[in-house]
Every structure is written in structure tokens, then in C-alpha cells.
Nanobody, 125 residues
Framework: DVQLVESGGGSVQAGGSLRLSCVAS???????MAWFRRLPGQEREGVAAIAGDGRTNYADSVKGRFTIASDSAQNTLYLQMNNLKPEDTAVYYC?????????????????????WGQGTQVTVS
């Protein structure tokens, strides 16, 4: 019943910007949402999260460069990525949790999230 679909990935040069989107169906935002990413050859890691109350948290590696936001009218989650670096190259995933505590935990825990999108590739060179 809950489906998350990411878009907006692509290839950019170092220092560039990209904006990812995640459209949610089966429920209405606001909800407890997060972005994770899987770097080549590594396990999935948390990037940023936004709880239904609006509180956010970010991984240290992206703090100051990435911004998470949601638009309840469009039922869409966003990740604005600025000053991209080659080490940001990864598949980025949208995730949702029924519990607000999942988004208040840093580092984010993959096991705390119930629904996942299929991912969108971001390549920085």
C-alpha cells in the first residue's frame, strides 16, 4: 500500500548541485522520512532525515552541504545536494518509518525504517 519512488539522480561534476525527489503514495505526508545511500562496495548508510514534527538531522559527511525538506501538498520528499564531491557517488534511497524516533537517531539506523524506494544513482566526477 505504501510506495516510494525516487527521481532526480544523474551525473554531475564536483562542486555541482543536484536535487533528489521521492514521491510517496499510499499515505499522506508529513511522515517520518529519510534519505540513505549505498556507496560502491559498502553498506547502506544514513544521509538525512526529517520527522513529522519538522526536526531534521544529518550525517556529518553531508552537514552544511545537503538539505532535506518535504512538501505535504505534493506528497514529496526532497534532498538538495550542494557542493557535491566524488565521495558522494552512490545510490540514494528514500525511506519511511512509522515511528518518529527513527528520524531522531544519529547515525540513522536502516532497521528503523519500514518502507523503501528502489533508489536513484548519483555520480559525481
Amino acid at each position: 500500500d505504501v510506495q516510494l519512488v525516487e527521481s532526480g539522480g544523474g551525473s554531475v561534476q564536483a562542486g555541482g548541485s543536484l536535487r533528489l525527489s521521492c514521491v510517496a503514495s499510499g499515505y499522506t505526508l508529513p511522515m517520518n522520512m529519510a534519505w540513505f545511500r549505498r556507496l560502491p562496495g559498502q553498506e547502506r548508510e544514513g544521509v538525512a532525515a526529517i520527522a513529522g514534527d519538522g526536526r531534521t538531522n544529518y550525517a556529518d559527511s553531508v552537514k552544511g552541504r545537503f538539505t532535506i525538506a518535504s512538501d505535504s501538498a505534493q506528497n514529496t520528499l526532497y534532498l538538495q545536494m550542494n557542493n557535491l564531491k566524488p565521495e558522494d557517488t552512490a545510490v540514494y534511497y528514500c525511506a519511511a518509518s512509522l515511528g518518529a524516533g527513527a528520524c531522531h537517531t544519529n547515525p540513522l539506523r536502516e532497521a528503523d525504517f519500514n518502507n523503501w524506494g528502489q533508489g536513484t544513482q548519483v555520480t559525481v566526477s
